[in-house]
């Protein structure tokens, strides 16, 4: 009995010691990964939004103004050169024509802007526009913002992308 | 007894973690990760799109032409120096030297030519926007050919009359063209130049841009095969273990490689590029003259004589790449281009400017991530071990295959 005792101490020590290795082995793990995503030049410790926060929208702008949708030809994929609209309608369901859009965007984990310069070259009608030379060079979580100007006001709207 | 299993618990955790941390190693890839390989695998390559600037780009006659011309010495200052001098076929078309030689020494590494028909920017600043007008540049450098493009056009009357004429138009008559005239050659070559009309200049020009398109035409079937990792890929997306074609090492630098590492941050696609420039904190060369890489590059294409946007372009009226380039914009300070990693392992030594010699020594600067001479590094430190480098080598090797030219390994090719 007092053999199985010391036994048991024994398994009880030597389990406790494998679970502490383990809690520092991933403490250290989150440790490296916190290190290294501060030093993440110009990421300022962006979060990756959740899931239902991602796609072509409709997504309302920051203060409320617009309402805005993205329709891709195809799906969005990465290192290419493709076109998109997007359609913007105002709070009370009236579509924005006659705005200027402005596109901007990138990834906020790497801290670098869109490889590409896009804008709106064509104006459909019905609040639609088309936007080309839209490209993402790497797949991940991309922002593409749209800032909406109308009538003296910018809002812009924010879709996550992810590619 | 229970409290026996209980307290044994914590250690069995441990115990699976670990091996299920062994067997991830091996085989165990999840299906985000299984996509990640799929997307870097070789089958993902589209095929090769329409080049609407030259209308001879798939024209086989212009191919056929174009080959000669890639190895034909003729098309130089001193009669020594082909395309083909610093493009070697047996050497994968490179030369393995730091600097280029042509009819002199360059200040950049020579880049390999497969797959670059894929490349939306050319030249390690982009400033050219397709194979085309990148083989001109080297003709007319001091450096590399070293002539000028009266006298290319008066080689290709003397000797390649026939093949030019099925392909482009008839050559027009050069007879009052001196042998030696151009905008970018010596001050005679130069003064030769301005002394023609505009007519005689651009007739001259047209044979000129003409013999780019058939280089570019050659140029263009020429592509990576597949490697032991496209081999993997195809094996573990289809459910097999793919053991015996990837080692262990290997494996383990995939998995750095597509994690921890972040080279897919640029390594990424079928040909391991995103096609864009980067500043990594590469440092000069010793010695060399300090540029600014794409900075200028993206102003030069756009200005470029020979640009998509030109009167020599098949297509003008749209030039994508162009029109939405970002240029004037400090992150493209000493930022180069991305190159691919298939056959890297070869390719040594490494960087713009051959400034770093072996593979190891590349894996330890992205290791490392000093800050840039100017500009700032896109660049932070990894943090990894000696091992780890090492496993993320012996990956980049499986990277290796053979150089296709239409279909076939270029050292078997039929000349």
């Known amino acids: 009995m007092t ?10 020590g030597s389990g406790i010691v494998v679970f502490l290795l383990a809690a520092t082995m991933v403490s250290a793990a989150d440790h490296r990964n916190l290190a290294a995503t501060m030093m993440f030049r110009g990421s300022s410790g962006a979060k990756k939004p959740a899931a239902s926060e991602f796609g072509l929208g409709p997504r309302i702008s920051a203060s409320g103004r617009y309402v805005a949708t993205l329709a891709a030809e195809r799906q969005l994929r ?27 965007g990138g990834m906020p984990q790497h801290g670098h802007g869109l490889p590409t310069r896009p804008r709106v070259t064509r ?13 993402f060079n790497m797949g991940g979580w991309w922002e593409f913002k749209i800032a909406v100007s109308f009538e003296g006001d910018t809002d812009i709207v924010t879709f996550n992308l992810g590619l | ?105 360059t200040a950049k590494r020579t880049m390999p030519i497969a797959a670059t028909a894929r490349a939306p920017f050319l030249f390690w600043d982009g400033r050219k ?61 130069v003064a030769a130049w301005t002394r023609l009309s505009n007519v005689q200049r651009i007739a001259v020009t047209r044979v000129f841009v003409n013999i780019g398109k058939a280089i570019a035409a050659y140029e263009r079937r020429i592509e990576f095969g597949p490697s032991r990792f496209d081999q993997y890929v195809a094996a573990v997306t289809s459910g097999q273990p793919g053991h015996g074609i990837l080692s262990g090492e290997e494996i383990a630098g995939l998995r750095l490689f597509i994690g921890r590492a972040n080279c897919t941050q ?56 162009l029109e939405f380039l970002v240029s004037r914009d400090h992150a493209l300070n000493r930022a180069y281009k991305v190159p691919s990693l298939r056959n890297v392992a070869e390719r040594a030594p490494y960087m713009d400017a051959g400034q770093v010699a072996t593979l190891a020594a590349v894996l330890d600067h992205y290791n490392r991530a000093p800050a840039a001479a100017a500009g700032h590094s896109e660049l932070w430190p990894l943090g990894l071990k000696a091992r780890d480098l090492h496993q993320i080598e012996a990956f980049l090797r499986t990277l290796n295959g053979p150089i296709v030219v239409n279909g076939h390994n270029s050292t078997e090719a039929v000349r």
Not at chain 1, 123 to 135: F, K, M, N, P, Q
Not at chain 2, 72 to 92: I, Y
Not at chain 2, 134 to 161: F, K
Not at chain 2, 274 to 301: C, I, K, Q, W, Y
């Open chain 2, 266 to 321: 640029c390594h990424n696609g079928p040909l391991f590029t995103n096609n864009e420039f980067h500043n990594t904190g590469v440092p000069p060369r010793p010695g060399m003259p300090t540029d600014d890489g794409r900075l200028s590059g993206a102003t030069a294409v756009l200005h470029d004589e020979f640009s998509c946007r030109s009167q020599w372009s098949d297509s003008r009226e749209r030039c994508p790449e």
């Open chain 2, 1 to 105: 007894m229970t409290s026996k299993l209980f307290l044994f618990t914590p250690g069995l955790v441990v115990l699976s973690a670990i091996t299920g941390f062994a067997l991830s190693n091996s085989n165990q890839w999840s299906e985000a990760e299984l996509a990640t390989l799929q997307s870097l695998s070789l089958s993902e390559l589209e095929p090769l799109a329409v080049d609407p600037t030259n209308a001879a780009a798939d024209d086989t006659r212009a191919a056929a032409l174009g080959e000669k011309l890639f190895f034909d010495a003729r098309l130089s200052a001193n009669g020594a120096v082909a395309r083909a001098t610093c493009h070697q076929r047996d050497k994968a078309f490179r030369d393995s030297i730091p600097l280029g030689r042509g009819v002199g020494k």
């Open chain 2, 129 to 189: 926007d397709s194979q085309w007008a990148q083989a001109l540049g080297p003709l007319e450098s001091a450096v590399e050919h070293g002539g000028t493009r009266a006298q290319y056009a008066h080689a290709i009357a003397d000797h390649y009359r026939t093949e030019y004429e099925s392909v482009f138009e008839p050559l027009p008559d050069l007879s009052a063209v001196p042998s030696s005239a151009g905008p970018a050659g010596n001050e005679a070559a």
């Open chain 1, 123 to 135: 104006s459909l009608g019905g609040g639609t526009y088309e936007i080309e030379g839209v490209r």
């Open chain 1, 3 to 12: 053999n199985t005792k010391h036994t048991n101490r024994l398994q009880l």
């Open chain 1, 78 to 104: 990465p290192r290419q050169m493709q076109t998109v609209r997007v359609t913007v309608i105002d709070g009370s369901g009236q579509p924005v024509d006659g705005a200027t859009l402005t596109i901007n």
